[in-house]
């Protein structure tokens, strides 16, 4: 009986494994395509006769849609489970990018990037998905990887991209792969082995939905994959939302409930951190090729192979998350601090650099840390507003990040007016003031961890 136990117990591990090693695949996969559109698409809308300004606004569109779709979208995927929201977005991004492909006037051009901009939402259902997975001391070693294998696809698909489109019609040939790319991925989330993870759900959730009577029955210490498994299935409507179509009345006020759970939640510390240093950080690559080429004159063949090596960096530092988060003890909390603290100091290195090879020195660090910090703050995020809800949480931490990307454009053009280090320069005042947003509350984040246990 025993070993019954233990062989299914067995099976129902490798299916989770399995689950979490195919979503670093879609992940990679994902960027790869997306990467091999991102650097033609002003080159293309300009070709198509678009002036810079209308570029620009057209180029903005999809921001704006991200901007307010990403927390709906994001909660949407934990009403009605993560199989379904991530298979319709990625079958409407492929829509969307089919569109591109076929994209021969400034109209159509808009019309293709509205469903992407809508629905490409699926790294963000991937990291929920993960988290949904992973135990809590797990999670970071996990979300680590996934980044690790999203930012390999994001420095190889421009190699592609770029070796397409020097043949004719090569940007409609780059369009119509990253639609394909993303069937693909479609059809891989489709034959994912769901069935070992939901079945267990099912199975659990009654044991859940049973009260404390059933639970005061159970051993002082369970196994970790199977509190893994019980927290998937939650109060027993885990199983229920996600094998099963609700009406539409019911999904939407669902994820009206759960976005002002989050709005109303006592997080926006979190969230203005989140702003600040990712305002910061674009302040820092915003105009990054040209403060080279004034302040250093580098060509900008020099200054890719800079950039190029600073992205590499990126994508290895996410197998450093987990160590770096055991040697923490999984605090968090002091992960951000010294992270956002790093962070701050290599952007005004940067800023003050003498020499390309201090450029070089900031870049090396700034790649590792960037990275930590983006890993070690979700992480937060999660841990505060409940795993639950994590489509929701990272759905708004998306969103958040969108207005960082609306917001730092203006603030870098105004800054350049001054100096080339006029963007990088006020980089290091926003991150400062994170630093200080995170010093004031992080004590009263212990206070409230030490009240709860």
């Not at 809508?118 to 996990?142: G, Q």
């Not at 996600?242 to 510390?269: E, F, H, K, T, Y």
Request: charged content about 10%; glycine content about 10%; hydrophobic content about 45%.
């Amino acid at each position: 009986m025993n070993n019954h136990k233990c062989n299914t117990l067995n099976h129902r591990t490798r299916g989770r494994a399995r689950i979490i090693q195919c979503i670093y695949v879609v992940g990679f996969m994902d960027l790869f395509g997306v990467s091999m559109i991102i650097p033609l698409l002003s080159h293309h809308v300009k070709s198509l006769g678009a002036s810079p300004t209308v570029a620009g606004i057209v180029g903005s569109t999809y921001g704006v849609l991200q901007l307010f779709s990403s927390t709906v979208v994001g909660s949407w995927s934990d009403v009605v489970g993560r199989r379904q929201s991530l298979l319709t977005c990625l079958l409407l991004s492929a829509l969307g990018y089919s569109l591109l492909g076929t994209s021969t006037s400034i109209a159509l051009f808009v019309l293709s990037r509205i469903p992407v901009g809508l629905f490409k939402h699926s790294l963000s259902i991937c990291r929920a998905l993960l988290s949904d997975l992973a135990s809590e001391a797990e999670r970071p070693l996990v979300m680590g990887h996934f980044n690790a294998a999203s930012s390999v696809g994001f420095i190889l698909g421009p190699m592609v991209g770029g070796y397409l489109t020097e043949h004719e019609g090569g940007f409609y040939t780059s369009a119509f792969v990253c639609a394909a790319i993303f069937l693909v991925n479609a059809g891989l989330v489709w034959m994912l082995p769901w069935r070992d993870i939901l079945l267990h759900c099912n199975g659990t959730s009654k044991f859940v939905s049973n009260g404390s009577s059933a639970n005061s029955h159970a051993p002082a210490h369970t196994d970790p994959t199977l509190e893994v498994q019980r927290k998937l299935a939650g109060d027993g409507r885990w199983w229920q939302e996600a094998s099963s179509l609700q009406p539409a009345w019911r999904q939407l006020a669902s994820v009206g409930s759960r976005i002002r759970m989050v709005a109303s939640s006592d997080m926006w510390d979190l969230f203005l951190v989140r702003l600040l240093m990712a305002v910061a950080i674009m302040l820092y690559y915003s105009n990054f090729s040209l403060a080279m080429e004034e302040r250093f004159s580098l060509k900008p063949k020099t200054t890719g192979y800079l950039i190029s090596y600073s992205s590499t960096l990126g994508a290895l530092a996410g197998f450093l998350v987990g160590p770096v988060t055991k040697l923490y003890g999984n605090n968090m909390a002091a992960l951000l601090l010294h992270s956002t603290l790093l962070t701050c100091l290599l952007i005004f290195l940067y800023a003050a650099a003498p020499s390309v090879w201090q450029v070089l020195l900031t870049s090396t660090f700034f790649a590792i840390s960037t990275t930590i910090g983006r890993t070690s703050i979700t992480d937060l995020e999660l841990q505060r507003g409940g795993v639950r809800a994590s489509g929701t949480l990272i759905g708004a931490g998306q969103s958040v990040t969108a207005v960082g990307r609306v917001l730092a454009p203006l603030l870098s053009g105004v800054t350049q007016e001054f100096s080339p280090c006029g963007p990088p320069s006020l980089g290091v005042l926003l991150a400062l003031a994170a630093v200080g947003v995170l010093l004031v509350r992080i004590p009263k984040w212990n206070k409230k961890s030490t009240k709860l246990a």
